[in-house]
């Protein structure tokens, strides 16, 4: 017979978890009368708490941290992400505290919280390494390529899958020469996606071909970088951005050389955003939910809080292609 757990104990008394954990340990602002309903259920159930887990409870700051990596906060992906976590963050009873990166001059040292989110943590990130050291439970968004990092729980999404779904539905549409944009492999989204244009491309007879683009690259850089590709190998007939930012870049390039997107040149984002809608052409992208995926972040964790995750647990999340008129759609 499975223990009954607080989570059992707060859903029969009709409370949060946080404030079932504050009825039965004497802590925080509940009424008597709730601590008694909690109390009753707790005895109907047969629960007894762990003592790892009344360590915990005692020891709780009440607040849970959230990192970015750097350049992002500006981005409608890092926002949509940041606005779920919060909301789950608040309605489980806790705080949420952005970490900023660490300086030369300044150290980011231990943050008073109980964990943290991480989202797409990338190799050669100083701060990812002093937070890690804090001991405290990691949860990423995104696996980490890190050999220091060893998070206690992880989300993420089989981005080899989006890049394939995103290919498939190029080559139906009739492309037969795409090339990938994409940042360098330090996060193991940028990684995945390389990967898995390779893979596609292997299958297909195709030579893969990706240009490395910077994750915040400006319309200049990108327009240059595709003016590159399309003189260089006029035969590419699809161009697949990870980052949202550079599909814009390309409309640039392509009317310069005489391009027509949507019909001999195909675009497709691997991260949707309101300007994807709002391009003339729009351009077909994926739906990650970031703001269901933020949700999905926090909710690991304090799941992992409060004891109701194991430890090393991965939660994978779907997505959806957006079809639209850069590719024909």
């Not at 750097?70 to 981005?75: C, G, Q, V």
């Not at 980011?108 to 405290?136: C, H, S, Y």
């Not at 240009?211 to 260089?232: K, N, Q, S, Y």
């Amino acid at each position: 017979m499975t223990r009954p757990t607080l989570h059992d104990v707060a859903r029969q008394a009709g409370v949060s978890t946080t404030t079932a954990s504050d009825a039965l340990s004497g802590r925080g602002r509940v009424s008597e009368r709730t601590k008694d309903r909690v109390r009753t259920a707790a005895e109907q159930l047969g629960f007894v708490p762990s003592s790892t887990a009344q360590h915990l409870r005692r020891a709780r700051v009440g607040a849970i941290g959230l990192y970015l990596p750097e350049l992002t906060t500006s981005m409608n992906y890092y926002t949509q992400v940041t606005s779920g976590c919060l909301r789950r963050v608040h309605e489980a009873g806790y705080d949420l505290t952005l970490l900023a990166p660490a300086t030369a001059d300044r150290s980011q040292g231990n943050p008073r919280v109980d964990g943290i989110v991480m989202i797409d943590p990338v190799a050669g990130d100083a701060t990812i390494e002093q937070l890690a050291r804090a001991r405290l439970p990691i949860v990423t968004g995104e696996r980490s390529r890190r050999l220091d990092l060893e998070p206690a729980g992880v989300v993420r999404v089989d981005h080899e899958r989006v890049i394939t779904t995103v290919l498939d539905h190029l080559a139906a549409q009739g492309a037969r020469r795409p090339v990938l944009l994409a940042p360098a492999d330090g996060s193991d989204w940028a990684a995945s996606l390389r990967r898995g244009h390779t893979r596609w491309c292997t299958a297909a007879g195709i030579e893969p071909t990706i240009a490395t683009v910077a994750f915040a690259a400006g319309p200049d850089e990108i327009t240059a970088l595709v003016r590159e590709i399309l003189r260089g190998t006029p035969e590419v007939d699809a161009i697949v951005s990870a980052p949202d930012a550079a599909a814009l870049g390309v409309a640039g390039a392509a009317a310069e050389l005489g391009r027509t997107i949507g019909e001999d040149l195909l675009v497709a984002s691997c991260v949707d955003s309101p300007a994807m809608e709002l391009a003339s052409p729009r351009i077909t992208a994926v739906d990650l939910h970031p703001l269901e995926f933020g949700r999905a972040c926090a909710d690991l964790l304090v799941d992992l809080l409060e004891e109701r995750a194991p430890r090393g647990e991965e939660r994978v999340r779907d997505f959806d292609l957006v079809v639209r008129a850069s590719t024909g759609g």
